[in-house]
């Protein structure tokens, strides 16, 4: 057993983030400024987007793209059951109906066909999410959303780095989308918290930048810069969704590693999936379409409980025993008291995504991961599975 706790996942910070924070706290302007500007403009060029627009969460960023694209009450927006909650709850605060199409047993993301069959007259947008950072399939999901004139809102949370078709995640796919990321200290870069939407729709990125800021037709930096002007208009009933400036210095650090960091994440994927690949009691995650590029946000074998004898919650429990962290990625969404309750999902209306719900464990994960560490999380997998 390990001396130490080796936790399921643990930001990796510069010391040159650090200093930027720093220089961002003694200057006094730490709230949205000049460095969240230049994180924004950064990120933009990244993945191809004409507008990125630093928030404050994910979360956030979902909820400001259903409002910028108009969708609210008495419209559907289909998605997945394997994902975190607030995919379906910023559907639910603006209005909007959730509406839940199975996954794919084996990739673990939405199933197009399924998408399909789950439209309806009040159909407005679809939301995949690129699970764990395996790109779902844009090509069949665009075409439905062409053929029934759909918004398209990609829940990129897992997805930075990752790439469908040569396309990375986050690129324009036309005027009706969005893409949405998390910088949670848990993904592939981290603010603390944070999130980023990135569009080409010019009148959505403008609405977006006006509701994270109250609605205001000007944010603080225009208005208390030295030659700013105090006066502003409230545009639209807005939020209060904006980036800091202290958060924004670490994630213009971050997307300066973020491929060495994700290149490390493909190095500790290969020797899980090379020492564990022969264990019948685990089933791990496939391999990637060479066509496309995974981000290896979360490695989720399942569990086979069994072939093995124990659950997946008894298997976490022996890993903790053995010093290693594991996590649960996700329970599926349609059996949470709330959404059972309010939309009448239950047991059977979804069974892939209940299979893998009961089965699915996320193990260690990080960067700053060395070898060793890789080691005793192999170890511990093989002495517990046998």
Not at 148 to 156: K, N, P, R, S, T
Not at 243 to 269: C, P, T, W, Y
Not at 341 to 351: A, I, L, S, T, V
Request: aromatic share 8%; net charge negative.
């Amino acid at each position: 057993m390990r001396n130490d706790f080796l936790p399921f996942a643990r930001p990796d910070i510069s010391e040159e983030a650090i200093s930027d924070v720093v220089d961002s706290l003694r200057s006094g302007w730490i709230t949205t400024g000049p460095k969240a500007i230049r994180f924004e403009r950064s990120f933009g060029e990244y993945v191809g987007s004409p507008w990125a627009l630093a928030v404050n969460s994910a979360t956030a960023g979902l909820h400001l793209a259903l409002l910028a694209f108009g969708i609210g009450p008495g419209d559907e927006v289909i998605t997945t059951p394997m994902t975190f909650a607030a995919t379906v709850n910023t559907i639910v605060w603006v209005g909007a109906k959730p509406v839940l199409a199975d996954i794919d047993p084996v990739t673990l993301n939405i199933d197009p066909f399924l998408i399909e069959k789950a439209v309806t007259p009040k159909t407005r947008a679809i939301i995949p999410v690129h699970f764990a950072g395996r790109p779902c399939n844009m090509d069949a999901i665009e075409a439905i959303a062409r053929k029934y004139g759909l918004v398209i809102i990609e829940d990129a949370a897992h997805a930075l780095g990752a790439a469908f078709r040569g396309r990375r995640i986050g690129a324009p796919l036309g005027e009706r989308h969005a893409a949405v990321f998390s910088f949670h200290p848990t993904k592939n870069i981290t603010t603390g918290e944070g999130g980023m939407v990135c569009t080409a729709n010019e009148d959505a990125a403008e609405k977006i930048s006006i509701l994270r800021q109250h609605g205001m037709s000007k944010g603080a930096w225009n208005r208390y810069a030295a030659r700013g002007n105090p006066h502003y208009d409230i545009l639209f009933p807005g939020l209060k969704y904006n980036m800091l400036d202290i958060q924004a210095a670490m994630g213009s650090d971050q997307m300066k590693h973020l491929e060495a960091f994700n290149a490390r994440r493909r190095e500790i994927v290969d020797l899980y999936r090379h020492e564990l690949g022969s264990l019948s009691t685990l089933t791990l995650p496939p391999a990637v379409d060479p066509k496309d590029t995974h981000s290896w946000h979360i490695f989720t074998p399942l569990v086979e409980t069994d072939r093995l004898g124990m659950s997946r919650d008894e298997f976490m429990a022996k890993m903790r025993e053995n010093n290693i962290g594991t996590a649960l990625h996700y329970q599926a969404i349609h059996l949470f008291s709330y959404f059972a309750n309010n939309y009448g999902w239950r047991m059977g209306d979804f069974p892939n995504a209940e299979l893998v719900s009961d089965r699915i464990v996320s193990l260690p994960l990080f960067p700053a991961m060395n070898d060793d560490d890789t080691a005793d999380v192999i170890g511990s997998v093989r002495e517990i599975c046998g």
